[in-house]
């Protein structure tokens, strides 16, 4: 097992590997890469969100990694996060040879406020903003190939989680231009890649028309994506199942808990 952390520098934030080594007995093919980016409104990151999830993936023969970003205003403005994200699938694709990695295949996988990060580094990987991080190297070699989308947060407008848009503008009174700047469905383009969407109904913290929004923008640019709303859930249920309960029978919901199954059909479709 490949199991190393590493600083992506100049941040404060690492890069966990979770991966099989590839010995001379197993002669594994290059797998392919998923970097889960855990949720907490910007403000923190939640452990049920990390390592749960990444093990789950790593159990169905991908190589999984998990970026521990900055959070609070001081972390999350000026896109820092956006910019680490963008360092670790540089990193994830500079590195494949070390990790068994077929570079061609990194997707993201985020939770809540990890699942905008991981959906901004679909929607804003051509950015400006990333040049100085990216010193030169394509832009595209921050660009996933693909996003798994957990409740997410995706807008700045009625039915955003306001802390989450607080943090990324650094300030509690932000306006509408600024908050504009991380609404990513105004952003997404025909060069966004494709997303898997899960939310429920009756998520009180990160409304439903979060996906829903993402989706329509997905449509109109002409770029695929499949999501499944689940009538019942709190948010944050994370895998939805005993795992990553933490002590509270509201975040068990059996019929969501098929969504890593559904996820994974998924990524089984990319050639």
């Given at each position: 097992?490949?199991?190393?952390?590493?600083?992506?520098s100049?941040?404060?934030?690492?890069l966990t590997?979770?991966?099989?080594?590839?010995t001379?007995?197993?002669?594994?093919?290059?797998?392919?890469?998923i970097?889960?980016c855990p949720?907490?409104?910007y403000?923190?990151?939640?452990?049920r969100?990390?390592e749960?999830i990444?093990?789950?993936?790593?159990?169905?023969g991908?190589?999984?990694?998990?970026?521990r970003?900055?959070?609070?205003?001081?972390?999350?403005c000026?896109?820092?996060?956006?910019?680490?994200?963008?360092?670790?699938?540089?990193?994830?694709?500079?590195?494949?040879?070390?990790?068994?990695?077929?570079?061609?295949?990194v997707?993201?996988?985020?939770?809540?406020?990890?699942?905008?990060?991981?959906?901004?580094?679909?929607?804003?990987?051509?950015?400006?903003?990333?040049?100085?991080?990216?010193?030169?190297?394509p832009?595209?070699?921050?660009?996933?190939?693909?996003m798994?989308l957990?409740?997410?947060?995706?807008?700045?407008?009625?039915?955003?989680?306001?802390g989450t848009?607080?943090?990324?503008?650094?300030?509690?009174?932000?306006t509408?231009?600024?908050?504009?700047?991380?609404?990513?469905?105004?952003h997404v383009?025909p060069?966004?890649?494709?997303?898997?969407?899960?939310?429920?109904?009756s998520?009180q913290a990160?409304?439903?028309?979060?996906?829903l929004?993402f989706?329509?923008?997905?449509?109109?640019?002409g770029?695929?994506?499949?999501?499944?709303?689940?009538?019942?859930?709190?948010?944050?249920?994370?895998?939805?199942?005993?795992?990553?309960?933490?002590g509270?029978?509201?975040?068990?919901?059996?019929?969501?808990?098929i969504?890593?199954?559904?996820?994974l059909?998924?990524?089984?479709?990319?050639?």
């Amino acid at each position: 097992m490949i199991c190393q952390t590493v600083t992506l520098s100049p941040f404060d934030a690492t890069l966990t590997s979770l991966c099989i080594s590839n010995t001379g007995e197993l002669k594994l093919s290059p797998r392919r890469a998923i970097l889960v980016c855990p949720g907490g409104g910007y403000s923190a990151l939640s452990d049920r969100e990390a390592e749960p999830i990444a093990t789950q993936f790593l159990a169905a023969g991908y190589a999984t990694f998990i970026l521990r970003y900055t959070t609070g205003r001081a972390g999350a403005c000026d896109y820092k996060p956006l910019k680490q994200v963008a360092l670790a699938i540089r990193y994830i694709r500079e590195h494949a040879t070390e990790y068994n990695v077929d570079p061609k295949y990194v997707f993201t996988c985020g939770f809540s406020a990890g699942g905008h990060l991981a959906a901004s580094a679909g929607v804003l990987w051509d950015s400006p903003v990333l040049d100085e991080v990216l010193s030169g190297a394509p832009r595209d070699v921050a660009r996933p190939t693909g996003m798994i989308l957990s409740y997410p947060v995706i807008t700045a407008g009625k039915y955003t989680h306001k802390g989450t848009i607080q943090n990324l503008c650094g300030k509690s009174v932000y306006t509408e231009e600024e908050a504009d700047r991380f609404s990513l469905e105004k952003h997404v383009s025909p060069t966004t890649p494709p997303a898997f969407l899960w939310h429920t109904f009756s998520d009180q913290a990160v409304p439903v028309q979060n996906a829903l929004f993402f989706a329509e923008a997905m449509r109109t640019a002409g770029v695929p994506f499949e999501m499944h709303i689940f009538p019942e859930g709190v948010h944050g249920l994370a895998l939805s199942n005993e795992q990553t309960r933490s002590g509270d029978d509201t975040f068990v919901v059996p019929h969501a808990a098929i969504w890593v199954e559904l996820a994974l059909r998924w990524l089984a479709t990319f050639d």
